[in-house]
């Protein structure tokens, strides 16, 4: 079962603002992988990620073709970190689309005019595994997960 922490909430959905923007890790079906830094990264309930992708391209891609995402976080102030080993769903349009970029309006990590300058979508990461950022299983969605 996973269970995201307050602490990991907070961090998380402060991440940009404090200046330690997660990091998304992605990898086409060919094995090409593919990281950056995304700064709308929010925490959704107890066991899902949101972020907006603005480039509508690559790494959607490589999200439709493998949902395999892995999340980095790491605040050296608060000494704070984790990986989330998670599985990706892509929405460009529709309710779900609508709700989360309400939530995104709503936490202050897009505006209007963000939305109106940019294509994209919202991609909604279930989170399947938290670990440290050594590696160790913190959580697990089912007991002995395999990734």
């Not at 925490?43 to 992708?53: A, H, N, S």
């Not at 480039?55 to 073709?65: A, K, Q, V, Y």
């Not at 995104?104 to 991609?123: F, K, M, T, W």
């Amino acid at each position: 079962m996973i269970q995201l922490t307050d602490e990991m909430a907070r961090l998380i959905n402060r991440a940009r603002d404090d200046g330690y923007p997660c990091i998304v890790g992605t990898a086409a079906s060919d094995g090409t992988p593919n990281c950056g830094y995304i700064g709308t990264v929010l925490t959704v309930g107890d066991d899902r990620l949101i972020y907006r992708d603005r480039t509508g391209r690559n790494p959607l891609d490589h999200i439709e073709e493998n949902p395999k995402v892995i999340v980095l976080f790491r605040n050296t102030e608060q000494d704070a970190g984790w990986k989330f080993r998670c599985t990706a769903s892509v929405y460009r349009d529709g309710p779900v689309f609508e709700e989360m970029i309400d939530l995104l309006l709503e936490s202050g990590l897009v505006n209007e005019r963000y939305l109106q300058d940019s294509q994209g979508a919202i991609v909604v990461l279930q989170v399947d595994q938290v670990l440290t950022l050594f590696g160790e299983v913190l959580q697990e969605r089912e007991a002995g997960m395999r990734w």
